[in-house]
């Protein structure tokens, strides 16, 4: 379970399988560049920042990740939740935030949640991923468009306002560099697949705002030259109240990368038929952002596009993911000074696709046409998303999803007294109908449907009040019982003592599910009813039931 994937894929690595990851590895290194740059710019930091993590973070999750094929590095996916804590607690909190998210990882990995994290509703999935599209188009606007304003406003609201009264500023040099970036992007799939269509939208727009000498802002004019080296580590200093303010941003971060990067793993098994180690790749991506904020880098994760290029490219082996973060290393030693001449309406035109290719719209319009508790959760988490705050979103919109879930678990449970009329038309095939036996007088039936849990103990409690007269015994079957809580146990409990206070004996039929025996030997209801009293079958508990009245007759 804790043991990385690279150990794995090593014991039988051939030469051939060798070439096929280096080539990989080498494309996606060059995916990478651009993608790096403008995430950390749209992030609210310097686009080196972007390069360090996915040299730093894309190596070690390879290494030590629980996936063949997955690439790591920084994602549209943080740029909301970055960008404001840069702008909450500067660049430093940011990487103490990301130091913290590290270990949060690490520690979830090793108490085996990745198993759980993976189960994340569907709907609330749709809805903050579409939500940070819509964000991350938005905080593009100004460069796509070159406008001439002052500071971007965080507020969705107002930063829209903003642009409205500036759109009359628009560069139309940016404009048409920002637009042939995208036609790039978007038309040259059809000549070639080996080499990114962004790497060539780079090329072309850098070499005409050059030649032309149009009057765009670039990387070099807005940020100065890119560092062709790593920073030394520097271990961030943290105190408690450091923690205490970084705690929620930090989690915020922990759980949208373990969410990413499982995602990303699982989409990448269904590609190769392998089979990712959930817990190990959290331990991954825990040492990978802790490392990755050592060296003033920001959040990496799984990143799905670019793990998609390196299955499509021929990487099977962890081995790619680390070539792809040596081509960046060597990319940033031997040539980071030109990336300085790149436009911003070229890295706002790359954006402005990965925003469309994140905002999952088809899958959005399916939830909108399904049941209306996932559209209520779709909805919330993406409004959320967009007009309040990352975290919020996924807090408000998980506790919404649980209960709604537990909307429905109420109503699929139910208690209801059982008479010979109500079984009339019963399934004939069901050789446990109440129907097939006969019920001594003095003896009450009661049959449990669903989960007694918390949220169904209430309709137990209710249907019990409709006794009319004390019976002698009480049945309770359970045999589609298949979980109970410590609330259930509770209820079950009290009905115990008051039907024994007040004479009645009480049996339990078909108790047929592992966790409800479990539970219930636990709280010794088991000891206390009497094992006698808890039967295997519905016959069984008549016999019983029989027994216990002739016992009141003669005692």
Do not use: C
């Amino acid at each position: 379970m804790f043991r990385p994937k690279l150990l794995d894929t090593l014991k039988n690595y051939t030469r051939p399988q060798f070439s096929k990851d280096l080539m990989a590895g080498i494309i996606v290194g060059i995916v990478a560049l651009p993608l790096a740059i403008a995430f950390a710019i749209a992030s609210g930091v310097s686009p080196e920042k972007g390069l360090f993590t996915a040299v730093i973070a894309g190596f070690i999750i390879s290494a030590l990740g629980g996936s063949r094929v997955q690439i790591g590095g920084p994602t549209g996916a943080f740029i909301v939740i970055v960008y404001g804590i840069v702008q909450t607690h500067g660049v430093s909190g940011l990487i103490i935030a990301t130091f913290m998210a590290g270990i949060m990882l690490i520690l979830m990995g090793l108490a085996r949640l990745g198993s759980v994290i993976k189960y994340i509703p569907h709907p609330l999935i749709i809805g903050f991923t579409s939500g940070i599209a819509l964000v991350i188009f938005s905080s593009q606007v100004k460069d796509f468009l070159g406008l001439s304003m002052g500071v971007v406003p965080a507020d969705f609201t107002d930063k829209w306002g903003a642009f409205f009264q500036h759109f009359s500023s628009t560069n139309f040099y940016a404009l048409g560099t920002g637009v042939l970036t995208v036609a790039i992007i978007l038309l040259w799939p059809k000549v070639s697949h080996k080499i990114p269509g962004s790497l060539i939208a780079i090329l072309v727009t850098t070499a005409a705002v050059q030649f032309f000498a149009l009057p765009v802002e670039t990387i070099g004019s807005r940020f100065g030259s890119i560092p062709s080296s790593l920073p030394a580590p520097e271990l961030p200093q943290i105190d408690f109240d450091t923690i205490k303010k970084l705690i929620q941003p930090a989690f915020t971060i922990a759980l949208l990368g373990g969410i990413e990067s499982l995602l990303s793993a699982v989409v990448a098994d269904g590609m190769i038929g392998g089979n990712h180690k959930s817990n190990m790749e959290l331990i991954g991506q825990g040492t990978a952002n802790i490392f990755s904020s050592l060296f003033g880098g920001i959040p990496a994760t799984g990143a799905i596009a670019r793990t998609v290029t390196n299955v499509k490219n021929g990487g099977r082996t962890p081995v790619a993911g680390m070539v792809h973060a040596i081509t960046l290393l060597l990319i940033m030693l031997f040539a980071g000074k030109w990336a300085a001449l790149i436009p911003m309406g070229t890295l706002a035109g790359i954006l402005v696709v990965v925003a469309y290719n994140m905002s999952e719209w088809r899958h959005f319009r399916s939830v909108l046409r399904g049941p209306r508790g996932d559209v209520a959760v779709l909805l919330t988490t993406f409004f959320l998303t967009v007009l309040v705050d990352l975290t919020v979103a996924i807090e408000i919109g998980m506790l919404l999803a649980v209960f709604l879930f537990m909307r429905k678990m109420i109503q699929f449970s139910d208690v209801n007294m059982i008479t010979g009329d109500s079984e009339k038309g019963a399934d004939t095939k069901d050789k446990d109908a109440l129907s097939e036996f006969v019920i001594p007088a003095g003896v009450e039936v009661f049959e449990i449907t669903g989960p007694l849990f918390f949220g169904a103990a209430y309709k137990f409690k209710d249907a019990i009040k409709f006794i009319e007269k004390k019976p002698g015994v009480l049945i309770f079957r359970m045999r589609q019982v298949p979980i109970i809580d410590a609330t259930g146990i509770k209820t079950i409990e009290e009905v115990y003592k008051d039907a024994k206070h007040r004479g009645t004996r009480l049996i339990l039929s078909e108790v047929h599910s592992k966790q409800v025996m479990e539970e219930l030997q636990t709280a010794r209801l088991l000891f206390a009813i009497g094992k006698a009293n808890v039967t295997d079958s519905f016959a069984e508990a008549l016999e019983r039931s029989k027994t216990l009245l002739n016992e009141q007759l003669h005692p």
